[in-house]
């Protein structure tokens, strides 16, 4: 009791200390919220040798509207980060790569046009996950659809699966032409990667929309759809956007506005 | 009999021992007109390796093995066991490769132990500028002709040597 009392009397009950706790407790409620915010931005700029989170799923808003017709800078750029033959330029245009495509559609009723982009929708019930045979074929933990060229067997059962035609075989031999981060090779398939390995270098932009930003148009829009706070995810609310083929129910990580 | 037979045995045991024995010393030696022994040239870059030689030399494979899980499958791309990186300072000076000719880097031992390489069915034999020397980013992304010349350019030895780490 007596040392019950004793304390209460060491107690000092000022309204400076008050003052202090009130303090404390405020900078406490900082502390809080800003490793949320931290959380964030290590989940973006992740370190080397950190893995890639399922807090974070990269994710595409295309606006169609902004799309121009003739432009096909977002080609280009692709075939130019990831080091492939576009078709024009292939020997083989039937076999040719094609990591996105430009799409030029017309309503037959209206004439209205509509151009947009076409590449690896990135889904999260991805179809060419479940027929892979040997696994080859994943999604990484942020939501990036992939094909691991070591296991890939070329069996092209992925392809067959893929309702939006966004991923090609290698049919030749590339003969030392591939980038340095992006490895590519005969017998394998390959598809858009969002740009995986910008994205691991921490660029948090894609060639794609990079280059579509640069040539004014600004129709590609990349980002984190888990960050309530990102653009991407402020855009998707306020714009109605489709999935293309919505009645797979693939949950895409592309979304397009205007189509 | 069996004694005969026995003492055969012995004796042709240590004849055999004492030839494999001979043989295993003469091939420390080196010797003229043998195999032709790789080159192993010393790398552009760098002082030393990521591991002691003979380590590297033994496991070099089982650090590339893994490695290429964790980045491929999670992302990870720490550069100290990287293939990349491998290439970035091995690649040699007159090709510019590891892999384009005979006494290149990778070939020269793989082609000596008979073991075939098949990282460079897919992944390139020479190194690539850092991203501050990459040929896209935002500014120049739209210029596909400047884009194309570059890509198609050699790389030279110089801009190996400057390859940032």
């Known amino acids: 009791m007596s040392e019950l009392k004793s304390m209460s009397d060491n107690t000092p009950s000022s309204p400076e200390r008050r003052r202090f706790i009130g303090a404390a407790t405020a900078t406490a409620a900082g502390l809080t919220i800003a490793p949320g915010v931290m959380l964030i931005e290590v989940a973006h700029g992740r370190s080397e ?3 890639a989170s399922s807090a974070v799923r990269w994710g595409m808003l295309i606006d169609a509207t902004q799309c121009a017709t003739g432009c096909d800078d977002c080609v280009t750029a692709c075939s130019t980060e990831n080091g492939w033959t576009p078709v024009a330029k292939s020997q083989h245009p039937k076999q040719a790569p094609q990591w996105i495509r430009k799409l030029e559609l017309q309503d037959p009723l209206t004439q209205m046009e509509t151009n947009l982009p076409m590449m690896c929708q990135h889904c999260d019930e991805a179809p060419c996950v479940d027929v892979c045979p040997t696994g080859a074929s994943f999604k990484r933990a942020d939501g990036i659809v992939l094909v691991n060229r070591h296991t890939c067997i070329g069996c092209r ?5 893929c309702p939006y035609k966004a991923r090609s075989l290698v049919h030749e031999p590339l003969n030392d032409t591939q980038k340095a981060d992006v490895p590519r090779g005969v017998g394998c398939v390959e598809a858009c990667t969002l740009c995986v390995q910008k994205i691991d270098r921490g660029d948090g932009n894609t060639a794609c929309a990079e280059a579509c930003t640069a040539a004014g148009h600004s129709a590609l829009l990349f980002g984190d759809m888990n960050d309530p706070e990102s653009e991407i995810s402020k855009r998707l609310r ?4 489709k999935q293309v083929r919505a009645d797979l129910n693939l949950n895409l990580g592309v979304r397009y506005h205007g189509i | 009999m069996a004694g005969k037979m026995k003492r055969l045995l012995a004796l042709g045991v240590v004849v055999l021992t004492t030839a ?3 043989w295993a010393g003469s091939e420390d030696q080196p010797k003229a007109g043998g195999a032709p022994k790789p080159t192993i040239t010393k790398a552009v870059k760098g002082e030393h390796c990521v591991e002691p030689n003979d380590y590297m030399r033994r496991n070099h494979m089982k650090l590339l093995m893994h490695q290429r899980d964790e980045t491929v499958l999670e992302g990870v791309r720490t550069k100290k066991y990287s293939l990349k ?12 490769s590891v892999a384009a000719a005979k006494d290149d880097f990778c070939v ?12 460079f069915d897919c992944h390139s034999t020479k190194p690539q500028g850092s991203m501050a020397m990459h040929p896209l980013n935002a500014e120049t992304a739209h210029y596909s002709h400047q884009l194309a010349a570059r890509a198609n350019s050699k790389v030279s030895a110089e801009e190996m040597a400057g390859v940032a780490q």
């Open chain 1, 49 to 51: 040798e950190q893995a």
């Open chain 1, 157 to 161: 059962y992925c392809m067959m699966a």
């Open chain 1, 238 to 241: 306020e714009l109605p956007t």
């Open chain 2, 20 to 22: 494999a024995l001979a």
């Open chain 2, 85 to 96: 990186e491998c290439i970035n300072c091995h690649a040699s000076e007159k090709t510019g």
């Open chain 2, 108 to 119: 020269s031992c793989h082609s000596y132990a008979a073991v075939k390489i098949d990282c």
